[in-house]
């Protein structure tokens, strides 16, 4: 079974430019979860996806970043601008259901510098 | 919001020895877990934990969700060289259905 695949896996900007990072899930995972692991710290949920709808997002920094889910399968988690406070590395993760959010599996995750 | 304190911050044994970790919170958690993370990779879930007082393990690791459910430890048996890497709890708190992570131990092997 083909595990979270996420593209780039490394990219460099600079601040006030913008950034699109994609995730496909494991196949027939409803619920789709996009994180942000600062350097020495656990992932930090930003938005959970079940299908196309957005189930939570309230630590989503809505001013710069985005995130959208179409036709419920792959997913795309936008910043625009950067800040270099965005440095870090962010993860997607999918699970079964909403109600099975403790069997995740993660992606390998997108390093973002930002300079 | 919710937060895990996860102990110690790191680790630096020697190959063969047991380690020790823990995670502890202040809110009552219905479900605890475990990951592993090694560098350039996502976290890799090792063990599950659903009701207080269980006991699992996963070969040489060992997890226990606390009877208190605000806590949690894992032990790993005969360390190698393998083992190395962050160690992650994770948490479901009550009326939540999304995970809150600790910051992680990194465990550091000696040959």
């Known amino acids: 079974e083909a595990g979270v695949a996420q593209s780039p896996r490394y990219k460099i900007i600079e601040k006030r430019q913008s950034v699109a990072f994609w995730c496909n899930p494991i196949?027939?995972?409803?619920?789709l979860y996009w994180y942000q692991q600062i350097l020495g710290q656990g992932p930090k949920l930003l938005i959970q996806?079940?299908?196309?709808?957005?189930?939570?997002d309230s630590q989503l920094p809505k001013d710069r970043f985005s995130a959208e889910r179409l036709k419920g399968v792959d997913s795309t988690l936008k910043i625009q601008p950067a800040k270099l406070e965005d440095s870090a590395v962010y993860l997607c993760?999918?699970?079964?259901?909403?109600?099975?959010?403790?069997?995740?599996?993660f992606g390998p995750g997108t390093r973002l510098t930002v300079t | 919001g919710q937060q895990l304190n996860q102990s110690p911050q790191s680790m630096f044994i020697q190959e063969g020895e047991d380690v020790s970790m823990n995670c502890t919170s202040s809110?009552?958690?219905?479900?605890w877990l475990w990951y592993k993370q090694e560098p350039g990779e996502g976290p890799v879930l090792l063990i599950a934990?659903?009701?207080?007082?269980e006991l699992t393990s996963n070969g040489r690791l060992t997890a226990q969700f606390g009877i208190t459910r605000k806590d949690s430890f894992l032990n790993i048996s005969a360390s190698i060289p393998s083992d190395v890497g962050i160690y992650f709890c994770?948490?479901?708190?009550?009326?939540?259905?999304?995970?809150?992570f600790g910051q992680g131990t990194r465990l550091t092997i000696n040959p």
């Open positions: 809110s009552i958690f219905n479900t």
């Open positions: 196949s027939g995972h409803a619920t």
């Open positions: 993760a999918s699970s079964l259901g909403e109600g099975l959010a403790y069997e995740q599996y």
């Open positions: 996806f079940q299908n196309n709808g957005v189930v939570d």
């Open positions: 934990l659903y009701k207080a007082g």
């Open positions: 994770a948490g479901l708190y009550q009326g939540a259905q999304k995970l809150v």
